[in-house]
């Protein structure tokens, strides 16, 4: 079964960090570029970071720059979301999504996501 599992999420205080972990099973990720979306209460998805296949090139919404930094790491087929300075106004659900490029808008396989809270 071709699936991307998200873990890592909970509930943090202001300020705190986290660390989200998005692992591949049934196929390789090393052939695609890896985003992070999020989608808080009440609100419509967005792209918080992507990274492409091998690493050489990363972005990040102007909201989350500065704070989060993705990475990866192909040996272990994961992707993973570094989150410090969490405000409140970043709790969502996180997903990861497999994508032919980060310049692209189609994905080819979501994860079913994980949930982060950020309040004191």
């Known amino acids: 079964q071709l699936q991307l599992v998200e873990s890592g999420g909970g509930l943090v205080q202001p300020g705190g960090s986290l660390r989200l972990s998005c692992e591949a099973s049934?196929?390789?990720?090393?052939?695609?570029?890896i985003g992070w979306f999020r989608q808080a209460p009440g609100k419509e998805r967005e792209g918080a970071s992507c990274?492409?296949?091998?690493?050489?090139?990363?972005n990040y919404a102007d909201s989350v720059k500065g704070r989060f930094t993705i990475s990866r790491d192909n040996a272990k087929n994961t992707v993973y979301l570094s989150m410090n300075s969490l405000k409140p106004e970043d709790t969502a659900v996180y997903y990861c999504?497999?994508?032919?490029?980060?310049?692209?808008?189609?994905?080819?396989?979501w994860g079913r996501g994980t949930l982060v809270t950020v309040s004191s």
């Open positions: 999504a497999a994508k032919y490029s980060c310049a692209t808008h189609g994905v080819i396989y």
């Open positions: 990274i492409n296949h091998n690493g050489g090139s990363t």
């Open positions: 049934g196929f390789t990720l090393n052939y695609y570029a």
